[in-house]
């Protein structure tokens, strides 16, 4: 089966503009993540989808980002402007409960340059 | 609320020598565990999971951690390392509500 596809895989941009990232979940997972990895560090939570519901978006920094998934499968996370620190990785996984248990599967990232 | 402190941020050994990459959580509620490995430029993979039933539990490319609930610890360990074992290791945890709680990695590089 197809893995988790995202779009773009590199993307440089100077503060104050705005960026969107695209995430294609696996068929038939209702679940979506999007997550954010600075350097250094291990990946954050940003915001958790149920079908096209937010579960949790309690470390989403709301003042600049935004996400949506509209119809339930693909997503996009939006950053609006964007500031220095927002240079990290960031992820989408997807999980099913079918899949055996709470297992995440993660894309390839999208590694965000703020100059 | 639940935290993962992964001890090592760098873990230097030379192949075929055994490695042990060492992992703490800390939570109120019953949890699961997990080990993901990130090879450069590429997405986590899960190596292992620990969910319930037996506390040791294994990878298809030999690779094993043991859950121990009185240590709160899940650390990987594997007997012979290889080149290609070189990646960051991430440990996490879930306290059932499908969230996951990173740790900060452990870069692992394997030395010929």
């Known amino acids: 089966e197809a893995g988790v596809a995202q779009s773009p895989r590199y993307k440089i941009i100077e503060k104050r503009q705005s960026v969107a990232f695209w995430c294609n979940p696996i068929?038939?997972?209702?679940?979506l993540y999007w997550y954010q990895q600075i350097l250094g560090q291990g990946p954050k939570l940003l915001i958790q989808?149920?079908?096209?519901?937010?579960?949790?978006d309690s470390q989403l920094p709301k003042d600049r980002f935004s996400a949506e998934r509209l119809k339930g499968v693909d997503s996009t996370l939006k950053i609006q402007p964007a500031k220095l620190e927002d240079s990290a990785v960031y992820l989408c996984?997807?999980?099913?409960?079918?899949?055996?248990?709470?297992?995440?599967?993660f894309g390839p990232g999208t590694r965000l340059t703020v100059t | 609320a639940q935290s993962v402190t992964q001890l090592d941020s760098q873990v230097p050994v030379f192949e075929e020598a055994p490695v042990e990459l060492r992992c703490n959580y800390s939570s109120s509620v019953s949890v699961y565990l997990f080990w993901y490995v990130q090879y450069p430029n590429q997405g986590l993979q899960l190596l292992l999971k620990y969910l319930s039933g037996s506390t040791l539990v294994e990878s298809i490319n030999g690779f094993e951690a043991e859950f121990n609930k009185s240590q709160t610890s899940f650390h990987l360990r594997k007997p012979s390392v290889h080149i290609s074992d070189t990646a960051e290791y991430f440990c996490a945890v879930s306290g059932g509500s499908e969230k996951l709680v990173f740790g900060k990695g452990t870069k692992l590089t394997v030395n010929p």
């Open positions: 996984a997807s999980s099913s409960r079918t899949s055996g248990g709470y297992e995440q599967y």
């Open positions: 989808f149920q079908n096209n519901g937010v579960v949790d």
């Open positions: 068929s038939g997972h209702a679940t």
